[in-house]
């Protein structure tokens, strides 16, 4: 994902890297790691150096659960602006963005995910749970994929439940029995969640919505990580504008 943030950059007239930071490819020229020709910075390990050193509007985290909230405080208490694309967020992570974007007065975008598509499957999710609320969710993922389930399938989950009519049939469901434990997979307030990870996948959702005599499946894929790359775009040049925390790209079109 950090080679594709890269990538999309180097495509912009108005936005410039100044720096990158990898775990794994310390020393290496940010733009040859990312295969569009020089770019005349090294890789960092750093991020609070690497900061300091370039003093940046913005800095974009795709990295992993165990460290997006030690990055996040990093950014925000440098005073500036962060874009997270890394899922595994709690709502007490949130919480703690939130106290930090205030206190630095900085702000800070939470997107679970950036493809436009996906936004708009979770915004359509929303408004037919008002008309057909028995869902479930199936998110599939590459089998590399640090968490489970998805940050894009919990929020798809968050926005159906604040439909009412979701609430109410949800909290009507009858007991049930697995035979094989976790059959049905995790449940959020009612809503059932399932999670695949395999090869060959990049990121895809189903969110299929059942009534009488008919199903109603809405369906994205993500067929490569490029399909992020418009709305960390997006983030990156609206992220001076908005105020304090936003959590979901939805927030921004």
């Known amino acids: 994902m950090g080679m594709e943030v890269i990538r999309a ?4 007239t108005d936005i410039k890297l100044v720096a990158a930071v990898d775990v794994a490819q310390v020393g290496i020229d940010a733009g040859m790691d990312a295969g569009v020709g020089p770019s005349g910075m090294q890789i960092s390990k ?8 370039s003093r940046p509007d913005v800095v974009v985290d795709f990295t992993h659960p165990n460290a997006v909230m030690n990055n996040t405080r990093t950014i925000l208490e440098n005073k500036v602006h962060a874009v997270i694309g890394t899922t595994g967020l709690t709502d007490n992570d ?4 939130k106290k930090l974007c205030s206190s630095n007065k900085v702000n800070c975008i939470v997107a679970p995910n950036f493809a436009i598509g996906a936004v708009l499957m979770m915004m359509f999710s929303k408004t037919a749970a008002k008309y057909m609320p028995n869902v479930e969710i199936i998110e599939l993922h590459h089998d590399k994929k640090a968490d489970a389930p ?3 399938a919990l929020k798809t989950a968050e926005l159906i439940l604040q439909s009412d009519a979701a609430k109410v049939l949800i909290k009507g469901k009858p007991a049930e029995t697995e035979k094989l434990n ?15 990870r395999l090869p060959g996948f990049v990121a895809s959702q189903e ?7 008919q199903t109603l499946t809405i369906r994205h894929d993500s067929l490569s990580r490029e399909s992020f790359m418009p709305g960390v775009i997006i983030a990156v040049r609206k ?4 105020e304090g925390l936003v959590y ?3 927030n921004l079109l």
Do not use: C, P, W, Y
């Not at 950059?9 to 912009?12: D, G, H, L, S, W």
């Not at 750093?46 to 050193?53: E, G, T, W």
């Not at 992220?239 to 908005?242: A, G, L, P, R, W």
């Open 9 to 12: 950059i180097k495509k912009e």
């Open 46 to 53: 750093d991020l609070d150096r690497a900061i300091k050193d």
């Open 94 to 97: 949130l919480n703690e963005i």
């Open 150 to 152: 998805s940050g894009t």
């Open 182 to 196: 976790g059959a049905r997979g995790g449940s959020m307030q009612g809503i059932h969640i399932h999670s695949v």
């Open 207 to 213: 969110v299929i919505f059942g009534g009488v005599g």
């Open 239 to 242: 992220i001076k504008s908005v």
């Open 248 to 250: 979901g790209l939805e």
